[in-house]
């Protein structure tokens, strides 16, 4: 199986990815958060995302959300320069900012104008071109035409969450439309979705043994060993965990200005991390709390003092 970290902004930076890898196995590829080529001067968020020396040792698939294949297309220019072997578009994201821009998601209600941008892209691009991509905007309705015309492309990957632009990550995966897509598509296909631990994974694996791709995004945040665990090898432990988090808060302390703004980010993490443990919520609160270093160092010790491993350490 091929295990591949999922891409989620303001998550899945190139640091993040680094502290990672540093720590855990498993992991064959990151996807980057999406970018957003514009006309003029890229962001420096993303500059700093595909900087070669950033993603160095990693095999990292860049993700491009945009609109514009002449955009996309010298994006793909640049980044082909640099290096690397494959761009990834995003036609699944689901914020109202982005749907109002006619991105992303947007063109799963838009099938004529994604035949036209998918025309102008697989006709200029200088790289492979995988997609992930939602099962619809707020319906199955349009998924066999969808099906249809992702047949006709070139398509490196399909990777597919299975849920509407509507359900933005709530209520369960829509399993029927994966079938669905399954059955019909030619193109190389790749699952993403509530795959939180082994038994999500072998569960999968057993009903769609021609699927050798999966993404995980939340399960992997909360428990980095998820990969690993699937491979059959060892639990995360407290031990490893706290060594990781050490590791990530030095880095963030290193790599985010402005003295103790790093922490609002750490705590991110730890809404996921506080998964982990028994009472994790209650753990936790002091951890919330605290803002400068020297509070947060002390909550977290007697967070770490004081917590228990669950027996089930994942996202649910
Ligand atoms: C906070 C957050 C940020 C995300 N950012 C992106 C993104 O930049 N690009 C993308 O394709 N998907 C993004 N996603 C979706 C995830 O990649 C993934 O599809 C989703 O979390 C479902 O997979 P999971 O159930 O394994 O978490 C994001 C999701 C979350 C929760």
Redesign the pocket.
Known sequence: MIYSY??????TTWWYRQVVNRHFSNIDRYYT??LTPRYGAVMGRDVREIRIENNRGLSVIP?IMTNKSDLFASFVREIKEKGYEEVNL?L??PMQTVVKKQRASWFLSHLEELREFLDGIFSSAELPISI?TRVGFDSLDLLPRLIELFNCYPIKELIV?PRLRTDF?KGSVRMEAFDEVYRNIKVPLSY????FSPEDVKAFREKYPDVKRI?????LITNPSLARLCEGNAQLTMDEFISFHMDMQSTMMSVIEGGDIYLDRMKEFWWYWCRLFEDGERLVKDVRKARKTPDYNRAVEKLFNNAVMKERPYFL
């Open positions: 999922a891409p989620m902004e303001g998550i958060f999406f993700q995003n699944g994201c992930k969450h990550y993403n979705g509530d795959m993404m995980l995004g939340r399960g």
